[in-house]
Protein backbone atom coordinates (compact mmCIF):
# COMPACT_ATOMS: atom_id res chain seq x y z
CA UNK A 1 0.00 0.00 0.00
CA UNK A 2 1.48 3.28 -0.91
CA UNK A 3 0.25 6.66 -1.03
CA UNK A 4 1.21 9.59 -3.26
CA UNK A 5 0.95 13.08 -2.31
CA UNK A 6 0.07 15.60 -5.56
CA UNK A 7 0.33 18.72 -3.94
CA UNK A 8 2.19 22.09 -4.84
CA UNK A 9 5.90 22.57 -4.77
CA UNK A 10 7.14 24.21 -1.90
CA UNK A 11 6.99 27.67 -3.02
CA UNK A 12 3.45 27.68 -3.83
CA UNK A 13 2.60 25.92 -0.49
CA UNK A 14 4.04 28.95 1.47
CA UNK A 15 2.27 31.28 -0.50
CA UNK A 16 -1.48 29.28 -0.54
CA UNK A 17 -0.93 29.07 3.02
CA UNK A 18 0.27 31.76 5.11
CA UNK A 19 -2.66 33.40 5.03
CA UNK A 20 -4.35 30.99 7.27
CA UNK A 21 -1.06 29.27 9.21
CA UNK A 22 2.25 31.06 10.27
CA UNK A 23 5.17 29.27 8.24
CA UNK A 24 8.21 30.25 9.05
CA UNK A 25 10.31 29.83 5.83
CA UNK A 26 13.16 28.23 6.81
CA UNK A 27 14.70 26.43 4.05
CA UNK A 28 15.21 22.84 4.98
CA UNK A 29 13.12 22.59 8.33
CA UNK A 30 10.01 25.15 8.28
CA UNK A 31 8.12 26.60 11.56
CA UNK A 32 4.47 25.28 11.51
CA UNK A 33 1.93 26.57 14.06
CA UNK A 34 -0.29 23.78 14.32
CA UNK A 35 -3.64 25.02 13.34
CA UNK A 36 -6.04 22.98 14.98
CA UNK A 37 -9.68 23.19 15.82
CA UNK A 38 -11.39 22.09 19.46
CA UNK A 39 -10.89 18.20 18.81
CA UNK A 40 -7.69 18.69 17.47
CA UNK A 41 -8.56 18.65 13.86
CA UNK A 42 -5.79 20.22 11.58
CA UNK A 43 -6.84 22.65 8.91
CA UNK A 44 -6.23 21.73 5.42
CA UNK A 45 -3.05 24.41 5.53
CA UNK A 46 -1.89 22.87 8.36
CA UNK A 47 -1.93 19.47 7.24
CA UNK A 48 -0.44 20.78 3.51
CA UNK A 49 2.22 22.81 4.99
CA UNK A 50 3.63 19.48 7.48
CA UNK A 51 3.16 17.16 4.80
CA UNK A 52 5.20 19.17 2.21
CA UNK A 53 8.20 19.48 5.42
CA UNK A 54 7.97 16.04 5.52
CA UNK A 55 8.52 15.03 1.67
CA UNK A 56 11.31 17.77 0.92
CA UNK A 57 13.57 16.94 4.22
CA UNK A 58 11.52 14.75 6.50
CA UNK A 59 11.89 17.26 9.64
CA UNK A 60 10.47 20.33 10.63
CA UNK A 61 9.48 21.84 13.46
CA UNK A 62 6.21 22.92 15.11
CA UNK A 63 4.83 24.63 17.73
CA UNK A 64 1.55 23.95 19.20
CA UNK A 65 -0.58 24.95 22.38
CA UNK A 66 -0.79 21.07 22.74
CA UNK A 67 2.89 21.56 24.04
CA UNK A 68 2.82 24.62 26.36
CA UNK A 69 6.50 26.34 26.88
CA UNK A 70 6.14 25.25 30.71
CA UNK A 71 4.80 22.34 30.32
CA UNK A 72 8.75 22.24 27.89
CA UNK A 73 10.50 23.38 30.75
CA UNK A 74 9.15 20.73 33.70
CA UNK A 75 9.13 17.68 31.36
CA UNK A 76 13.57 18.92 30.56
CA UNK A 77 13.67 19.07 34.48
CA UNK A 78 12.36 16.22 35.33
CA UNK A 79 14.16 14.14 32.92
CA UNK A 80 17.37 15.67 34.09
CA UNK A 81 16.56 14.81 37.73
CA UNK A 82 15.40 11.28 36.45
CA UNK A 83 18.43 10.40 35.23
CA UNK A 84 20.44 11.43 37.62
CA UNK A 85 18.49 9.52 40.14
CA UNK A 86 19.70 6.06 41.48
CA UNK A 87 17.33 3.92 39.37
CA UNK A 88 19.77 1.71 38.04
CA UNK A 89 16.76 -0.57 36.40
CA UNK A 90 16.12 1.74 33.72
CA UNK A 91 18.87 4.64 33.57
CA UNK A 92 22.13 3.29 31.86
CA UNK A 93 24.76 4.21 29.32
CA UNK A 94 24.49 3.73 25.41
CA UNK A 95 26.96 0.35 24.19
CA UNK A 96 28.24 3.13 21.98
CA UNK A 97 27.60 6.71 21.86
CA UNK A 98 28.23 9.20 24.58
CA UNK A 99 25.31 9.32 26.65
CA UNK A 100 23.34 8.25 29.64
CA UNK A 101 19.56 7.33 28.36
CA UNK A 102 16.49 5.70 29.93
CA UNK A 103 13.95 4.00 27.84
CA UNK A 104 10.36 4.34 28.85
CA UNK A 105 7.98 1.77 26.90
CA UNK A 106 4.24 3.45 27.66
CA UNK A 107 3.34 5.95 30.70
CA UNK A 108 2.69 2.69 33.57
CA UNK A 109 6.42 2.43 33.19
CA UNK A 110 7.49 6.02 33.93
CA UNK A 111 8.35 5.65 37.81
CA UNK A 112 10.69 6.45 40.80
CA UNK A 113 13.53 5.05 41.85
CA UNK A 114 12.14 1.73 43.75
CA UNK A 115 14.71 2.37 46.60
CA UNK A 116 12.97 6.41 46.68
CA UNK A 117 10.16 6.90 48.87
CA UNK A 118 7.85 8.94 46.65
CA UNK A 119 5.83 10.35 49.11
CA UNK A 120 8.72 12.09 50.50
CA UNK A 121 9.28 16.13 49.97
CA UNK A 122 12.05 15.52 47.70
CA UNK A 123 10.31 16.18 43.94
CA UNK A 124 10.02 12.42 42.96
CA UNK A 125 6.37 12.79 43.28
CA UNK A 126 6.29 16.01 40.68
CA UNK A 127 9.40 14.82 38.45
CA UNK A 128 7.69 11.34 37.83
CA UNK A 129 3.93 13.35 37.44
CA UNK A 130 5.71 16.40 35.05
CA UNK A 131 6.86 13.35 32.68
CA UNK A 132 3.95 11.35 32.79
CA UNK A 133 1.87 14.91 31.51
CA UNK A 134 4.43 15.71 29.04
CA UNK A 135 4.04 11.92 27.72
CA UNK A 136 -0.05 12.69 27.92
CA UNK A 137 0.29 15.67 25.71
CA UNK A 138 3.00 13.75 22.74
CA UNK A 139 -0.18 11.24 22.60
CA UNK A 140 -2.18 14.19 21.56
CA UNK A 141 0.24 15.89 19.78
CA UNK A 142 0.45 12.40 17.44
CA UNK A 143 -3.13 12.15 16.89
CA UNK A 144 -3.00 15.97 15.68
CA UNK A 145 0.04 15.09 13.21
CA UNK A 146 -1.22 11.74 12.11
CA UNK A 147 -4.47 13.37 11.05
CA UNK A 148 -2.32 16.24 9.36
CA UNK A 149 -0.55 13.44 7.21
CA UNK A 150 -3.43 11.66 6.51
CA UNK A 151 -5.12 14.90 4.93
CA UNK A 152 -2.06 15.93 3.20
CA UNK A 153 -1.58 12.34 1.54
CA UNK A 154 -4.92 13.45 -0.24
CA UNK A 155 -6.82 11.41 2.29
CA UNK A 156 -9.66 14.06 3.77
CA UNK A 157 -12.33 11.88 3.44
CA UNK A 158 -10.74 9.72 6.06
CA UNK A 159 -8.50 12.26 7.91
CA UNK A 160 -8.04 9.13 11.31
CA UNK A 161 -7.02 6.53 8.86
CA UNK A 162 -3.42 6.60 10.34
CA UNK A 163 -4.41 7.41 14.28
CA UNK A 164 -6.39 4.23 13.95
CA UNK A 165 -3.18 2.34 13.05
CA UNK A 166 -1.98 3.56 16.75
CA UNK A 167 -4.73 3.66 18.68
CA UNK A 168 -3.19 1.11 21.41
CA UNK A 169 -1.04 4.19 22.06
CA UNK A 170 2.29 1.48 21.35
CA UNK A 171 4.69 4.35 21.83
CA UNK A 172 8.26 4.83 24.27
CA UNK A 173 9.95 8.07 25.47
CA UNK A 174 13.80 8.01 25.61
CA UNK A 175 15.31 10.39 28.14
CA UNK A 176 19.11 11.22 26.96
CA UNK A 177 21.50 13.05 29.17
CA UNK A 178 24.72 14.06 26.97
CA UNK A 179 27.99 14.55 29.23
CA UNK A 180 30.24 17.48 27.91
CA UNK A 181 33.41 16.98 25.89
CA UNK A 182 35.74 18.34 23.97
CA UNK A 183 37.70 19.34 20.66
CA UNK A 184 38.10 15.76 20.41
CA UNK A 185 34.76 14.16 20.80
CA UNK A 186 32.98 13.29 17.68
CA UNK A 187 29.68 12.35 17.29
CA UNK A 188 27.22 12.22 20.33
CA UNK A 189 24.79 10.65 19.05
CA UNK A 190 25.77 8.02 15.65
CA UNK A 191 24.17 8.71 12.32
CA UNK A 192 21.09 6.80 12.13
CA UNK A 193 17.63 6.98 10.74
CA UNK A 194 14.48 6.23 13.12
CA UNK A 195 12.49 3.49 12.59
CA UNK A 196 8.86 3.91 13.57
CA UNK A 197 6.18 6.19 12.37
CA UNK A 198 6.78 9.82 13.83
CA UNK A 199 9.65 11.22 16.05
CA UNK A 200 9.05 13.89 18.20
CA UNK A 201 12.32 15.43 19.76
CA UNK A 202 12.19 18.34 22.55
CA UNK A 203 15.70 19.42 23.43
CA UNK A 204 17.16 22.02 25.86
CA UNK A 205 18.61 24.17 22.89
CA UNK A 206 22.29 22.33 23.09
CA UNK A 207 23.42 22.51 19.54
CA UNK A 208 24.39 19.61 17.67
CA UNK A 209 21.42 18.14 16.15
CA UNK A 210 22.04 17.44 12.93
CA UNK A 211 20.10 16.26 9.13
CA UNK A 212 21.90 14.60 6.06
CA UNK A 213 19.54 16.37 3.40
CA UNK A 214 21.00 17.08 -0.14
CA UNK A 215 24.18 15.29 0.62
CA UNK A 216 24.89 17.34 3.54
CA UNK A 217 24.96 17.53 6.99
CA UNK A 218 22.89 20.69 8.49
CA UNK A 219 22.24 21.90 11.46
CA UNK A 220 18.40 21.63 12.68
CA UNK A 221 17.07 24.54 14.19
CA UNK A 222 16.49 25.22 17.72
CA UNK A 223 13.09 26.96 18.23
CA UNK A 224 12.46 27.93 22.27
CA UNK A 225 8.81 26.69 22.61
CA UNK A 226 9.02 24.44 19.79
CA UNK A 227 9.68 20.88 18.96
CA UNK A 228 10.89 18.91 16.09
CA UNK A 229 9.17 16.16 14.39
CA UNK A 230 10.76 13.88 12.01
CA UNK A 231 9.89 11.05 10.11
CA UNK A 232 10.27 6.65 10.84
CA UNK A 233 11.23 4.51 8.22
CA UNK A 234 8.11 2.37 8.77
CA UNK A 235 5.88 5.74 7.42
CA UNK A 236 8.32 6.43 4.64
CA UNK A 237 8.45 2.85 3.70
CA UNK A 238 4.28 3.31 3.67
CA UNK A 239 4.46 6.24 1.37
CA UNK A 240 7.22 4.51 -0.98
CA UNK A 241 9.70 6.90 0.61
CA UNK A 242 7.83 9.85 -0.61
CA UNK A 243 7.99 10.86 3.05
CA UNK A 244 11.52 10.84 4.16
CA UNK A 245 12.95 9.18 7.19
CA UNK A 246 15.90 11.23 7.03
CA UNK A 247 19.73 10.00 8.42
CA UNK A 248 20.27 12.28 11.68
CA UNK A 249 22.86 12.83 14.57
CA UNK A 250 23.94 14.78 17.45
CA UNK A 251 27.25 16.03 16.25
CA UNK A 252 30.93 16.90 17.86
CA UNK A 253 33.65 19.22 16.85
CA UNK A 254 35.45 16.27 15.50
CA UNK A 255 32.72 15.03 13.76
CA UNK A 256 32.95 14.53 9.61
CA UNK A 257 31.51 17.09 7.25
CA UNK A 258 29.63 18.96 9.36
CA UNK A 259 28.24 22.73 8.15
CA UNK A 260 28.07 23.59 11.54
CA UNK A 261 31.23 25.77 12.39
CA UNK A 262 33.49 24.60 14.88
CA UNK A 263 33.31 27.40 17.17
CA UNK A 264 29.40 26.39 17.48
CA UNK A 265 30.45 22.86 18.10
CA UNK A 266 32.91 23.85 20.95
CA UNK A 267 30.20 25.70 23.07
CA UNK A 268 27.25 23.24 22.19
CA UNK A 269 29.99 20.28 23.52
CA UNK A 270 30.86 22.35 26.44
CA UNK A 271 27.71 21.97 28.01
CA UNK A 272 25.47 18.86 29.30
CA UNK A 273 22.67 18.23 26.95
CA UNK A 274 19.16 16.97 28.02
CA UNK A 275 16.50 16.00 25.54
CA UNK A 276 13.54 13.79 25.36
CA UNK A 277 12.34 11.91 22.20
CA UNK A 278 8.79 10.15 22.06
CA UNK A 279 8.40 7.28 19.14
CA UNK A 280 5.42 6.73 17.85
CA UNK A 281 4.93 2.96 16.67
CA UNK A 282 1.92 1.43 14.70
CA UNK A 283 -0.19 -1.16 16.46
CA UNK A 284 1.73 -4.46 16.98
CA UNK A 285 -0.07 -5.90 14.75
CA UNK A 286 0.14 -4.05 11.90
CA UNK A 287 2.34 -5.08 9.07
CA UNK A 288 5.20 -2.87 8.35
CA UNK A 289 4.44 -3.57 4.44
CA UNK A 290 0.49 -2.99 3.95
CA UNK A 291 -0.83 -4.46 0.91
CA UNK A 292 -3.78 -3.31 -1.77
CA UNK A 293 -6.36 -5.71 -1.56
CA UNK A 294 -8.33 -4.61 -4.31
CA UNK A 295 -6.79 -2.22 -5.99
CA UNK A 296 -9.30 0.75 -5.43
CA UNK A 297 -8.48 3.96 -7.75
CA UNK A 298 -7.41 5.88 -4.28
CA UNK A 299 -4.73 3.33 -3.73
CA UNK A 300 -6.14 2.61 -0.33
CA UNK A 301 -6.31 -1.53 1.83
CA UNK A 302 -9.51 -2.43 2.26
CA UNK A 303 -11.38 -1.86 4.88
CA UNK A 304 -13.56 -4.37 7.01
CA UNK A 305 -15.95 -2.29 9.59
CA UNK A 306 -13.86 0.55 10.90
CA UNK A 307 -10.12 -0.75 10.63
CA UNK A 308 -8.10 -1.61 7.51
CA UNK A 309 -6.81 -4.87 6.22
CA UNK A 310 -3.02 -5.39 7.21
CA UNK A 311 -1.05 -7.67 5.46
CA UNK A 312 2.57 -8.03 5.01
CA UNK A 313 5.95 -9.77 5.88
CA UNK A 314 6.93 -8.61 9.11
CA UNK A 315 4.37 -6.89 12.19
CA UNK A 316 5.56 -3.96 13.65
CA UNK A 317 6.33 -5.20 16.58
CA UNK A 318 9.30 -7.41 15.13
CA UNK A 319 10.24 -4.89 13.08
CA UNK A 320 10.96 -2.53 15.61
CA UNK A 321 13.13 -5.93 17.51
CA UNK A 322 14.76 -6.40 14.61
CA UNK A 323 15.74 -2.36 14.25
CA UNK A 324 16.45 -1.70 17.82
CA UNK A 325 17.87 -4.97 19.12
CA UNK A 326 15.04 -5.82 21.32
CA UNK A 327 11.88 -4.66 22.78
CA UNK A 328 10.98 -1.39 25.49
CA UNK A 329 14.18 -0.64 27.72
CA UNK A 330 16.50 -2.93 25.53
CA UNK A 331 15.83 -0.99 22.20
CA UNK A 332 19.61 0.37 21.54
CA UNK A 333 19.09 0.92 17.46
CA UNK A 334 22.02 -1.43 16.60
CA UNK A 335 20.82 -2.70 13.09
CA UNK A 336 20.39 -0.92 9.73
CA UNK A 337 17.71 -1.35 6.36
CA UNK A 338 19.53 -1.74 3.16
CA UNK A 339 18.12 1.99 2.12
CA UNK A 340 19.97 3.47 5.26
CA UNK A 341 23.29 1.12 4.87
CA UNK A 342 23.75 2.39 1.33
CA UNK A 343 22.76 5.97 2.52
CA UNK A 344 25.85 5.88 5.23
CA UNK A 345 28.01 4.49 2.63
CA UNK A 346 27.51 8.00 0.95
CA UNK A 347 28.88 8.79 4.18
CA UNK A 348 32.30 7.40 4.40
CA UNK A 349 33.00 9.87 0.95
CA UNK A 350 32.55 13.13 2.53
CA UNK A 351 35.40 15.55 3.08
CA UNK A 352 36.56 16.35 6.57
CA UNK A 353 36.60 19.89 7.84
Request: net charge negative.
Amino acid sequence: MYFHFAGPNNGQLMQSTTAAVTITNRIDFPLVELDLDGECNPTEATSLAVTSALRDSGFLVISTPLLPSDLQKRALSAASRFLESSNSKVVTHHPSDPKVYAMLQGIDSIRGDDNSDESSDDGSTTMIEDLKEWYRALRKTKAALLRCIAVGLGMADDPDFFARMHDEDNDAVRLLSYPPGNAHTGNRCKEHSDYGTLTLLLNDGVGGLEAFVDGMWKAVPYVEGSIVVNIGSILSEWTRQELRATLHRVAGPASVGSTMSKNELLRAVSATRISIAYFADPNADVSTALEVRDGDDRDRVTTHGDHADYRGKMSVSDYIRWRSGGHGANRSGVAFTSTEESRLGILEDLPDK
